[in-house]
């Protein structure tokens, strides 16, 4: 069970990927090969979940709830997780090609969109979403369970 408020989870969800971040850029300094390839996994693995709970859970509930859905705050964040995928997979390709540098040097772009999309989403989208689907917050925490580890 989710002991956490809608906007607490999310928000916490945000920095646990924030230090999956930081924990690549300390393999890559360290030049450990398979510390490296390992912490880019779960980084890359976090920010994935992250967008699926919220595209898969969160957004869906919230569009129902206030029929905001073309043009609205969940297709701003949408639009921006497909670009920060998009850097996830040059990011992959770097990786595959044993490019820890480019990795990080391309991290360095998506760590600016991430941190700009997180204000966003934590200054605006979760504090409507939480007052919107506060009643609704237990189905939705349950759902959101089967995505976590």
């Not at 989870?9 to 390839?37: M, S």
């Not at 595209?55 to 297709?75: C, H």
Request: proline residues 3%; hydrophobic residues 40%.
């Amino acid at each position: 069970m989710i002991d956490k408020q809608l906007m607490q989870f999310f928000t916490d969800d945000h920095r646990e990927a924030d230090q999956c971040w930081a924990t690549l850029e300390e393999a890559v300094n360290g030049g450990d090969q398979p510390a490296i390839r390992a912490a880019f996994d779960t980084y890359k693995s976090r920010m994935l979940r992250h967008f699926s709970m919220e595209e898969e859970v969160l957004f869906p509930a919230f569009e129902a709830k206030t029929g905001m859905s073309q043009g609205g705050p969940t297709a701003v964040m949408r639009m921006e997780h497909e670009q920060m995928r998009g850097m996830l997979e040059q990011m992959s390709t770097a990786m595959e090609s044993g490019d820890a540098q480019e990795v990080i040097d391309l991290g360095d772009t998506q760590l600016m969109l991430v941190q700009q999309h997180n204000q966003k989403e934590e200054t605006i989208l979760y504090t409507m979403a939480q007052r919107m689907l506060d009643g609704d917050w237990p189905e939705l925490s349950a759902k959101l369970e089967s995505y976590l580890d």
